[in-house]
């Protein structure tokens, strides 16, 4: 086996809202956290919305890419694969923009990257060395995200009714299903699908074994 100059591996999983992407990412993270290890959110990543009115925030479609700052994203990927550390924004649901804070992300062996359109870019799909796609039903989906965003995000049931019918769904029939194709391995069951989250992890440690990537002891490093 040939070692290969040290690398972060980046493992991409993507699905639509509520699919479980969150609990993957999770399980992967407690499995592999004798690496040095970080979950980075796409939802962080929401386009500055400082300037607009809340009227104007309110309106906006969360769901399309053009929500999202790649290019910030991006250059914030490619820092990390140059073990570079950066000031990650955080994103408001509350205030619908992001927060002034930024939290420092130092550089780490093991990126995982979760989001509803991270395959949608091809530049950030280049920087990936595994892309999942978790896939689950679009009602078990709403019936997530009622239960979710009426708990965490402090979100009305008529609201997100109508941000669901408006956007979330024809979005992800539009944008984020069809990136599916770019996916190497497709979950269904998302947290609950212990084979695929055991054979996720054997081949992300069999490549950061080739990358010369050392387990670490005692990372207790919880990034979400
Ligand atoms: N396989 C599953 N079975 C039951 N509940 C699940 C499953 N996967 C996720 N959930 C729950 O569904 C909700 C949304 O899951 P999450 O991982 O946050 O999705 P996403 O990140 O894709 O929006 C969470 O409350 C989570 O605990
Ligand atoms: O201000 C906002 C920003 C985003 N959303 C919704 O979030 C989901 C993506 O997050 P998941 O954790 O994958 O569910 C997306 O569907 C947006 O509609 C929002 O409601 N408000």
């Known amino acids: 086996m040939s070692i290969q100059k040290k690398r972060p591996v980046v493992i991409g999983i993507t699905g639509g809202s509520g699919s479980g992407k ?6 992967i993270f407690d499995q592999l956290s004798n690496f040095s290890i970080t979950i980075i959110q796409q939802d962080s ?3 500055d919305q400082t300037n607009m009115s809340m009227a104007d925030r309110k309106s906006v479609n969360y769901d399309h890419p ?15 694969l140059n073990y570079e550390a950066i000031e990650k924004p955080v994103y408001d649901y509350s205030q619908f923009t992001r927060s002034k804070q930024t939290i420092r ?13 991270i395959l949608d870019d091809e530049r950030l799909r280049d920087l ?7 896939d689950t039903d679009d009602d078990i989906r709403l019936i997530r ?15 997100i009714i109508h941000q669901y019918l408006k956007t979330v769904k024809p979005m992800y029939h539009q944008f984020v299903e069809p990136t599916k194709r770019y996916a190497d391995l497709i979950v269904p069951e998302g947290g609950e699908n212990q084979v695929a989250i055991d054979l996720l992890t054997t081949k992300m440690r069999s490549i950061l074994m080739q990358r010369g990537n050392k387990e670490i002891k005692n990372n207790f490093d919880s990034t979400i």
């Open 66 to 80: 053009m929500a999202f700052d790649f290019n910030l994203l991006i250059d914030q990927i490619k820092h990390l």
């Open 128 to 134: 990936m060395d595994i892309k999942v796609f978790v």
């Open 105 to 117: 992300q130092e550089p780490r062996d093991v990126i995982i990257l979760e989001g509803i359109l």
């Open 22 to 27: 969150t609990t993957v990412a999770r399980k």
């Open 45 to 47: 990543y929401y386009n």
């Open 145 to 159: 995200r009622i239960e979710r965003d009426t708990k965490d995000r402090g979100r009305s049931l008529d609201n």
